[in-house]
């Protein structure tokens, strides 16, 4: 429902929500009613490597928006690291500075996986403090304890 974004919503000049899931649709626009089309952009759409009816990148949200400082938070139910894959060259390249907050604990060696790919496009990262116990996670039931975010920028 959007509660991370909306609690920054003073502070942000532009939100843009990606959501692919319909079940979402709803609760999204209305706790964001009084911000939509204005401050408030929800893509109803899926992140990947190329822009169709049903996909859009993250450099053709970014690449065209004015500003020049991002903050990208990706709880994307386990296809965080799909989606940093799919905008490893944009995020490598682009001039913006780019600041992340990726969730890591939807899999088992998801932390380590996002951390290699961090460390592949030259960001500075470190980990939230704590640990998640992520037994609902994991098909298996195995409780295991896991990471929970991770945060990295290109430049300050």
């Known amino acids: 429902e959007g509660l991370l ?13 990606i959501e692919n899931d319909p079940v979402w649709f709803k609760p999204i626009e209305a706790t964001f009613k009084e911000y939509l089309d204005n401050k408030v952009f929800l893509i109803k759409k899926t992140i990947n490597n190329y822009t169709s009816d049903n996909t859009i990148t993250l450099q053709n949200i970014i690449e065209n928006d004015p500003h020049d400082s991002f903050f ?31 969730c890591c604990y939807h899999r088992r060696n998801d932390a380590h996986e996002i951390e290699k790919l961090i460390e592949k496009i030259g960001y500075s990262y470190s980990y939230s403090d704590g640990y998640i116990l992520a037994s609902f996670f994991d098909p298996s039931g195995i409780p295991s304890l896991r990471r929970g975010i991770i945060r990295a920028f290109n430049r300050m």
């Open 72 to 102: 990208i938070k990706m709880d994307i139910e386990g296809a965080e690291i799909d989606v940093l894959k799919a905008s490893l060259d944009f995020l490598c390249n682009t001039e913006k500075k780019i600041k992340l907050a990726i």
């Open 5 to 17: 974004s909306l609690s920054f919503i003073d502070n942000a000049s532009r939100i843009y929500l």
